[in-house]
């Protein structure tokens, strides 16, 4: 037999009837049940749901931080401890979680010392990357001199530095305020656009989930599961003020309904 040949976009992320229980003293805690979800090549990707709903535990089992117990998962087409081996992604957290007594460059540099990399080709990442988050010029900076967004551009950067396929952010804009956190989500769009990356991305926030995605998975709690998976036909291109248009308004009120479907606030 013949293979036939894959057409359309590489699929970087499958998963299928993926289910995690942790054993407690208390009894089992299922974090989550029977997900299924598909993520292309170049797709961005938000997931959305109320605290403790599973978001950040989904985005720790694509990165190998957690152990499915039923179910299955490939990134990249290969298991996850596979695709971590490989350094097939980025992982961005809450928290800048730089070094404070390191400069700017040396945090970025920090995967690419533990890879071996030369210091001819650590410099060229560190002065690229550092050009594609917008902080050229603050390389011997140290992280208590910048702002928290600036901090957290340059936690992006070395998330990059390693040049993977993959970005996964956990909710890496939740501590900043509106301003910042939509100057910040402007420039990840223009970012995402000059990289081409696959971006998974945890948020509460309903705007930001509309604003970047081209898909928006909602999850509800207890256990965590997948209640909608909607796919937004916004242009790429998009700006702040696509937030006033009724297109905008439209997946805004879906994703609404599914949060408020999805769980119940009475408990």
């Known amino acids: 037999m013949v293979d036939t040949p894959q057409t359309g976009p ?6 299928d009837r993926l289910s995690l229980t942790f054993e407690t003293n208390d ?9 299924d979800l598909k993520i292309d090549e170049g797709d961005f990707v938000s997931f959305i749901g109320p605290s403790g709903c599973g978001k950040t535990t989904l985005l720790r089992v694509i990165a190998d931080l957690e152990q499915p117990t039923d179910g299955s998962i490939t990134v990249n087409g290969v298991s996850p401890e596979d695709a971590r081996l490989k350094r097939a992604y980025g992982y961005v957290f809450q928290a800048a979680a730089l070094y404070p007594w390191r400069t700017i460059a040396k945090n970025v540099a920090l ?5 071996g990399l030369s210091k001819a080709e650590q410099q060229q990442r560190i002065s690229r990357n550092m050009e594609l988050v917008n902080l050229t010029g603050f390389e011997q900076k140290f992280p208590w001199q910048l702002s928290g967004g600036m901090q957290q551009r340059a936690s992006i950067a070395r998330a990059l530095a390693v040049e993977p396929d993959l970005l996964l952010m956990d909710e890496p804009f939740g501590a900043l305020d509106e301003i910042v956190r939509d100057h910040l989500n402007e420039q990840l769009l223009q970012l995402w656009a000059k990289t081409n990356k696959t971006v998974v991305f945890v948020t509460h926030s309903i705007p930001e989930a509309v604003f970047l995605s081209t898909k928006i998975v909602v999850l509800c709690p207890r256990p965590g599961r997948i209640y909608d ?10 700006t702040l003020d696509v937030r006033e248009t009724p297109e905008f308004l439209k997946i805004a009120h879906r994703v609404r309904e599914g949060l408020k479907a999805g769980h119940s606030y009475e408990d």
């Open 111 to 115: 995967p690419l010392e533990i890879m």
């Open 229 to 238: 998976v909607i796919e937004s036909d916004l242009p790429r291109d998009r």
């Open 10 to 15: 590489k699929r970087v992320i499958d998963i």
């Open 27 to 35: 009894g089992p805690v299922h974090a989550l049940s029977d997900i």
